[in-house]
């Protein structure tokens, strides 16, 4: 008996990506340490993470985005679902969806640079929302990649604190996820 | 771990007066019906709702925050308790009982290091997959988080390895929560269930009535494990099974579970298919059925990773394709198209891709095969059988059946399994524990019978065997229950004799002494170029350690006593020990290392033979490959 010369191809393509898992979960205390806690374990990396309660005040629905190959994504997500407090999974990478962030931007500003602060946020269709003798606050709500590009544009004044929430996402059309949460 | 107070002498005045006082309030407590139910305190709701599961047995040792349960315990005589010595063995006890028994077993400790004593079982349990609701006493509410004494994260720590828990502050909570914990361990993919209880729970008054099964179910909107399989993919596997001219069943411990042995037995007949199975495979099939193959794997036959590497379909029913399963994915049954059909879909797709997934109970998923499977003419595979025999022959050959008990002059440990099975017509619980004596168990045990073999698989936990086979007694006691222990794992727990003593728990336990921790010897023999290194191991003298725990036991070092030993050791009446001088350098044969494939398997018998290795690769492999895994 020799070994075979067509070799077994492991799970997955290894080709990694971003991925976008929206999770509906109860809400109750520790259940997020329940999502932290497998994900560790089980060496998924979160990316970001947003968490927030839903239209019903017993359930919390969390956006995860996570770097892997479609196998290692999907075991992630099916790991999640075998969590008792864990409704509904899905993985809307490749769905028709709305994905947003929220940053607030804090850029040290002089009376000479601030005009051109404001301009740029203004491009940008964000806002100011604090004007100080040294720093400006710049709100910005879009696409990770649309804030990506403020954040470098307003690195060349100088970025004194930079808060991001991550993405959340929502799909497109009359589909909802949370009704789709048999009860 | 019981921390008391001062208390009174027993039998003084002051201590009865005492105990009449503490009497008193604690029928206090109980009073004040309200809604027809009975009045109890959250200790009694605790011991009704665990016999309303239909569990009468607990598995348990005493502490301070634990104390009101202990407090009640007498007024619900129906409910065993047995006090181990360690509560690392309540854990393996109640593992051995669900084991053995198929239902949910029960366990028991206090707060802190009562309830970590506990963790070694639970992951164990995790690992194989067995039903357990594990509890444990907790601080008062207001300690938590105190750094209280004997207070600990617990939930925070047995929360990666179960599949569910819950802390309990209030006694209200307690029916339903025990009612959910059994429900959630015995059904889908069982597992272990623990819920710490704090002591306010446990002592403050409820009148909280009891769920039924539905109001449970409608309570975990999150859970629902699919039981049927899909029926176009049950339908492609009928047409897979029609056109294979190599199938092989691997059967594991998902089959057990489902009770779905009789199903399986009709599938491979009907389809005329050899079943091998996994380590908690064994007993899905007499063994000595025609059908039966072999157990596979690291350690298994190698006929049977023979009939695996050239199948052209491999049919995996409730088994995970483990790396002691599978070896190197990349070289594994290199022609077979993959079946996996399993209950819990993160299995499938996780160790190697899956050509027709199937999600379900076993059980069920068998059902609906059955009816859409063409019956095969036996004759149609006669050449495929008549290879299979050849193998099998070939294999068997090399293995104890031509070493007359013997080996380097001593006694082998292989004779010694297939003789201590024997004893009882193959029919007793065989408990392994891990290592060598694991290995041995697992190929010469000669199964017959579901749920006769009890073995930590997953987790490989050392000391295992003898707390595992006390919980297989006491759940099966019609039958023979055996501990088969190296002297490795028997030192890690031997502290339950006094248990099985003192509860006349009729296990009788075959000590495998070869005074080496086996595996690890021969790991360094193989894997490590001879740098052995931790693995001489002193023991006591068996025969005045039996005498001191008060239990009879007899020294075996040659073939022709061991039927007598076993004989002497089954007709005495309770627990029995044999201490088996085993010889000290025996390995385990045919091995696979650790991140080799089925393929390169090495085998040797005899010590002036070579290491026979088959397949592409030679046997050597680097430690340092975080591939190969580890021993035990």
Redesign the interface.
Known sequence: MSTGSTARSLPGSGEERRHLIVAIVNNKPGVLNRVASLMRARNFNIESLAVSVTERSDTSRMTLTIVGDEVHVEQAAKQLYKLIDVLKVQDVTDESIVEHEFALIKVRATKRTRPEIVSVAEMHRSKVVDLGDEAVIVEAVGEPTEIDTLVELLREFGIKELVRTGSVVMSRGSGSIEEQVKR | MTQAGHVPGAGTPAASAAERARRDMLRDARITARDGVRPRIGADALCEAILLQGSDTIWGYPGGVILPLYDVLVDHPELRHILVRHEQAASHAADGYARASGNVGVCLGTSGPGATNLVTGIGTAMLDSVPLVVITGNVPNALIGKDAFQEIDI??IT??MT??NYLVRSADEIPHVIAEAFH?ARSGRPGPVHVDITKDALMGQTTATHPSVAEVEAG?????PKLDGHPRQIKLLAEAIAGAKRPVILAGHGVLIARAERELLELARAAHIPITWTLLGIGVIDETDPLAYGYMGMHGWKHVN?AI??ADLLIGIGMRFDDRVTGN???????AKIVHIDI???EI?????ADLPIVGDAKHVLDALLPLTTKVDPTTRVDYFAELATWRTESEASSWHGSGGFRDGVLSADFVVERVAAGSNFDANLTADVGQNQMWVARYGGFRRANSHLSSGGLGTMGFALPAAMGAAVAVPGKVSWAIAGDGGFQMTLQELATIVQERIPVKIALMDNKKLGMIRQWQEIVYGGNYHSEELAGPDYLKLCEAYGLPAWKVAKPEEVDAAVAAALAADGPALIWFEIAERQNVYPMMPAGK?L??LIDKWGDDGEDIT????GPRVDPTDPQSGGAR
């Open positions: 939930t925070g929360l990666p599949k569910h959630l975990l909107p999150g859970y629902k023979r590497q050239s994915v990349r070289t594994y049954a290199p022609k819990d879909p993160a797709g996780k160790n190697v891709v494939g393929s390169d088959e397949g592409d690769s």
